[in-house]
């Protein structure tokens, strides 16, 4: 009833769309988590039981071994000790007391539907840890250091417990496809014009000169062009909007000039940020989207950039710190083994009683319905088999 009664009232948290679109602000509201502390209780009976239930597992088959009910089947064996190797070669294992003897199979499966239970309450409580830690917001310059983050619940500046720093920022884009025009800057004539991607790259003078496009950037619109001569590098060749600069080539033999090229798209944006703590480096790595940078339990992703008037470039981060994170994973797997020993790994259990000079083979558990009685009789043509 509790489950249902909580699957009505998560509708109207799914389909009424809340402001600034926050779904899991309906979830967090103190009535629902009340629901789930319920929940919560109400696993942890379940799961008290079914360990005791578990544990009590021999007092109970040696308590049905009292009785004879209707089921039981009649063997051909004349002794306990012959009987209990073969059920041991059918993956039975047990004990012996008196003139009766229960085994079991498949104990695995017997404890899958407890390991589902503690798996949830895990999570449960790895959620409960997950509210000490905390989500915010980084946005910063260059070189700033930042000894605080905006805390996205509280709405305020909070400590950060270290400085962060970023000394480098970077836009890394797919090839990009360039147009533009070689001149001769003696004649002034047009060599002519030419279509490539960064990497590629044209020869020129009869193969004398080799001309690779080594990067575009396409913020600051700069060209830079690898000069080969006879198979050497020369040097670069870096095209400004308004100038360049020949840098080792003395001269090229050409001017670039009336480049194009087509809107660039975003490979991966990367920082490098530095770790700093009482006036002392303790970190520094690169961080790139999908690729965090972790300190102290803090996750820092990539998350934003952008450009001011002046040229000054900015980087935002987001940071995250979950305690009950690591909980949560190691019990969604335990969840995920335990329904697969629920279901897959069946739990079965018999006994053998003695009446007279006569020996019963009785169902204790995991022999419900017709099946399982076709089981429990195949299972007594197997004993006779071996016992002749």
């Not at 306990?80 to 993956?91: C, E, R, T, V």
């Not at 533009?180 to 960064?198: H, M, N, Y």
């Not at 909980?327 to 279901?343: D, K, N, P, R, Y």
Request: aromatic share 10%.
């Amino acid at each position: 009833m509790l489950l249902l009664g909580m699957a009505l009232v998560a509708i109207p948290g799914t389909i009424i769309r809340p402001e600034m679109g926050r779904y899991e602000l309906f979830y967090q509201t103190p009535w629902f988590r009340g629901l789930l502390v319920l929940l919560s209780l109400n696993l942890l009976v379940c799961t008290l039981r079914t360990i005791q239930r578990n544990l009590r597992d021999r007092q109970r088959f040696e308590t049905q071994l009292s009785n004879l009910p209707e089921t039981a089947i009649p063997l051909k064996g004349k002794s306990l000790d012959l009987l209990q190797p073969i059920l041991a070669s059918l993956g039975y294992r047990g004990d012996v007391t008196g003139n009766r003897l229960w085994a079991r199979r498949g104990r695995t499966g017997r404890w899958g539907s407890t390991l589902v239970h503690c798996s949830l309450l895990a999570i449960m409580f790895g959620a409960v840890l997950g509210e000490r830690g905390f989500v915010g917001t980084i946005n910063t310059y260059l070189h700033d250091e930042n000894r605080v983050y905006f805390d996205w619940k509280s709405q305020q500046d909070k400590p950060l417990g270290f400085t962060l720093r970023v000394d480098r920022f970077a836009l890394r884009y797919y090839p990009i496809t360039l147009r533009f025009d070689l001149v001769d800057p003696a004649e002034g004539r047009k060599i002519g014009t030419f279509t490539l991607l960064e990497g590629d790259s044209i020869s020129l003078a009869d193969g004398q000169i080799r001309v690779l496009v080594k990067h575009f950037n396409p913020n600051d619109k700069v060209l830079t062009l690898g000069i080969f001569r006879q198979g050497s590098f020369a040097g670069d060749y870096l095209v400004f909007a308004d100038d360049e600069r020949f840098g080792a080539v003395k001269n090229p033999g050409f001017q670039v000039k009336n480049i194009k090229f087509r809107d660039p798209v975003i490979k991966q944006i990367e920082s490098d940020i530095v770790i700093i703590e009482k006036g002392r480096v303790v970190k520094q790595g690169t961080i790139r989207v999908n690729e965090p940078l972790t300190w102290r339990g803090i996750k820092i992703f990539q998350t934003a950039y952008g450009r001011d008037k002046a040229g000054f470039w900015s980087t935002g981060f987001q940071l995250s710190k979950d305690p009950g994170e690591v909980i949560v994973w190691i019990a969604a797997v335990l969840l995920i083994l335990g329904l697969g020993a629920a279901f897959i790994v069946p739990y079965r259990a018999v006994g053998i009683r003695r009446v007279d000079d006569l020996f019963y083979l009785l169902p204790l558990h995991g022999f419900r319905g017709e099946s399982g009685l076709e089981l429990l009789a195949d299972m007594a043509r197997k004993l006779d088999a071996e016992c002749e």
